[in-house]
């Protein structure tokens, strides 16, 4: 049983270089759901829980656009069934790439395509041809000029590395052997990275109580029971780790180095059915909080301590249309309206600074057309600093009302909070305790920007006016706002 425990499970992992920028826990988005939200309602909850990397299955077009400009970055999965025909026909390879990549680059930023999903497992009859897929696909990428940009590669299951312990002697089925060969050589060539599913989940359950719990759900285990590997005697605190690196090792058999290896899907099921006891919430909050943990601190598995072990949960929602099991329709991290399954941090900046603890943000389904007088009046007579807002600056993307006025509002409220500012702004505006800042764009009250709760002050009395003007449907008490914010500095500075 031990040769089996983790080749049920091992998925794709795939490498990236990111030497110095550290590692990323990004997001698969599957869409057997049936209340999908819209396409920008989930960007909008993408951006809310501050995901910065996504994999989609399908290439769908409304999608597509709507993480336009959002710096949201993007895997594009070529599905199953397309597979056999790109790897058969270079123009059909071609009118993808056109279709669904350079179409919308670069406004989407696309940065891979996955070939397939898991296929020498789940189609072994399109696998003659799916190298030649992906060539026809980078072929038609370099044509488009767009190979530097977005790379191919293919996610595999640990079923193809059928013995996966120790890692140090993991090897790739012999049976796969000229595939696997044919499909490294592609990603060396072409510089790209080795596409893992890795889930512990299967490792742990079809492993017969071969390996602890607490092995799969990355918790510290009894020095008796630790996991060493007997040839290089590196010890692996999870089975994370382990597959990650049988991985690395398989790779290595066949005489490749300087592949990366980046999960491409781990998670770990928060429901199941009564012959699935494994799959509930306490174990997935484990499970996806230590992952999270785990990989963001940048460090790689043992065989590759500088490779950052970048991971795209599986997955975002859950599928309830899926077939199988309970368990397979029960993997989501968030429900569809965007709050958490259970409490978690999707944020790279794990864990977020806390900091004065509050932040006022527009609400997702406001009015708009209110949205855009809260947005006038904030920067205008409510005086928030909305420089960063302004296109070419850190927090003009995601270009849209909703992240616009959520900077906006927030600025005002850290300002004025203190002195009675609330955040209301005509019933479009809500507090969080959620740090809303994501990349570069830092809001004011979150514990690395600049501008600390306070007033800073104010130049002018007369209100100065960076993005529109004057609302026309101001209420009384934000007119005493406007007179409370051109005036209160004077008093207290
Ligand atoms: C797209 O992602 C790549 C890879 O991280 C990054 O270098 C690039 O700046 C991004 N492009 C845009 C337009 O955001
Ligand atoms: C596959 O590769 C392994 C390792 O190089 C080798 O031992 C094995 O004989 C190969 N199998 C086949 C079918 O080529
Ligand atoms: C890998 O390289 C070693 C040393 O050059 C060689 O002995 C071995 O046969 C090679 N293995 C494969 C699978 O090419
Ligand atoms: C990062 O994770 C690895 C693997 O679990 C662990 O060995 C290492 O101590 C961790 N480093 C830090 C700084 O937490
Ligand atoms: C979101 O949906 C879940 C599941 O239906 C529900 O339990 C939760 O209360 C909802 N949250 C909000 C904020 O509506
Ligand atoms: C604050 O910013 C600095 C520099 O950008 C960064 O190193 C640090 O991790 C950030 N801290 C938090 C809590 O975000
Ligand atoms: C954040 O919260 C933790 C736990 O409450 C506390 O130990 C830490 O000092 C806080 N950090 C900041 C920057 O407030």
Known sequence: MLEKWIGVLLLLLVGTFTNGLGAFVGVN????????????EMVAILKAHQITHVRLYVADAHMLRALSDSGIEVILGVTNEEVLGIGESPSAAAAWVNKNVAAYLPSTNITAIAVGSEVLTQIPHASPVLVSAMNY?????????????VKVSTPQSMDVIPKAFPPSTATFDPSWNSTVFQILQFLKNTNSYYMLNAYPYYGYTKGDG????????????????????????????????????????????????????????????????????????????????????????????????TFPINTYIYELFNEDKRPGPVSEKNWGVLFTNGSAVYP????????????????CVAKTDA????????????????????????QGHGCYLPDTLVNHASYAYNDYYQRMRSVGGTCDFDGTAKTTTVDPSYGSCKFSG???????????????????????GWSSNLKVSKLQYIILAAFLPLFLF
């Open 367 to 390: 009015d708009p057309d209110k949205l855009q007088d809260g947005l006038n009046w904030a920067c205008g007579q409510g005086q928030a600093d909305c420089t960063l807002i302004q």
């Open 137 to 149: 696909l980078h072929k038609a990428l370099v044509a488009t000029n767009l190979n530097f940009q």
């Open 210 to 305: 071969i390996f602890p719990i607490d092995y799969a759900l990355f918790q510290p285990l009894p020095s008796v029971k630790q996991i060493v590997d007997p040839n290089t005697l590196f010890h692996y605190n999870s089975m994370f780790d382990a597959m990650v690196d049988a991985t690395y090792y398989s790779i290595q058999a066949l005489n490749f180095t300087g592949i990366s290896v980046v999960v491409t899907e781990s998670g770990w099921p928060w429901l199941g059915g009564s012959n699935e006891p494994d799959a509930n919430a306490e174990n997935a909050e484990t499970y996806i909080n230590n992952l999270i943990r785990r990989v963001l601190n940048d460090s790689g598995p043992p065989s590759h301590p």
């Open 344 to 359: 978690l941090t999707l944020s790279s900046s794990y864990p977020s600074g806390n900091s004065s603890g509050i932040f």
């Open 446 to 468: 979150s514990s690395n920007s600049s501008t600390i709760g306070g007033l800073s002050p104010i130049s002018a009395i007369a209100p100065s006016s960076p993005v529109g």
């Open 29 to 40: 988005i599957g869409t057997d759901v049936s209340d999908l939200p819209s396409e920008t």
